[in-house]
């Protein structure tokens, strides 16, 4: 059951309880995804309107390589491409005609993360934040747009492509692989968050005290 009494995640909690992630002494947004695929992502290349943090700009990642969304592949039909995309918050008000391509633009990282999407329908073209783009198209099916290539079926998009969702932060699958070769909490954070620091606001003497 979901709810039953775990030892080793309350003994976890009670000796973390109270510590969180700084960067230069500032509370930061530590994001955190399944698998980044390779390489983690530079914040402002992902979220739009982001300021650049040295504690967020990505690192090369060699230990997800067990995950099973490391390399995927995704046919979509484009029809229901256009649909979703049609409803996206940025295209509202557009007209979308039928889907004709996409570009993948601005490859990042050693898992060639793109930054943004060209979308060219029959009325035209528009540009489109990449994680933007694959919320609308949706992260279940296009798990990243870490893409190593898309081939135009005819009627259908096939995806190939690496890791699963956002790419910013910390790698769920990676961290799991550093603790299994012996890193500590400590080094996973140090390695995800470059220069960010584990402080402690509260809870220091229960813990000194235990």
């Known amino acids: 059951p979901g709810n039953r009494h775990n030892a080793v995640i309350s003994s976890a909690l009670e000796a973390t309880r109270g510590q969180v992630l700084t960067s230069q002494g500032r509370l930061f947004s530590a994001y955190f995804h399944s698998t980044c695929g390779g390489s983690t992502a530079a914040v402002e290349q992902v979220f739009s309107g982001q300021a650049p943090q040295g ?11 067990q995950s ?5 592949t995704a046919s979509i039909h ?3 491409l256009q649909q979703r995309l049609a409803a996206a918050p940025e295209l509202r008000g557009q007209r979308l005609g039928a889907l004709r391509g ?6 990042q990282g050693e898992a060639g993360r793109a930054a943004s999407v060209r979308v060219r329908h029959a ?3 528009v540009l489109l934040n990449a994680n933007r783009f694959r919320l609308a198209v949706g992260p279940g099916e ?3 747009v870490a893409l190593e290539k898309v081939v135009d079926g005819g009627e259908t998009f096939e995806f190939h492509g690496r890791g699963f ?10 961290s799991q692989g550093m603790a299994e070769r012996g890193y500590s909490c400590e080094q996973i954070l140090g390695f995800y968050f470059p ?3 584990l402080t402690r606001l509260y809870g220091a003497e229960t813990a000194a005290s235990r």
């Not at 967020?56 to 230990?63: D, I, K, Q, S, T």
């Not at 996409?102 to 490859?107: A, G, K, R, V």
């Not at 969702?165 to 699958?173: A, K, S």
């Open 195 to 197: 220069g960010g620091e």
């Open 68 to 72: 099973p969304a490391y390399r995927w």
């Open 142 to 144: 296009l798990r990243s």
């Open 102 to 107: 996409l570009e993948f633009c601005d490859l």
């Open 78 to 80: 484009k029809d229901v």
């Open 55 to 65: 504690v967020l700009a990505g690192v090369r990642c060699p230990f997800c390589a």
């Open 165 to 174: 969702g956002h790419g910013v932060g910390l790698c769920q699958y990676g």
């Open 123 to 125: 009325g035209g073209e």
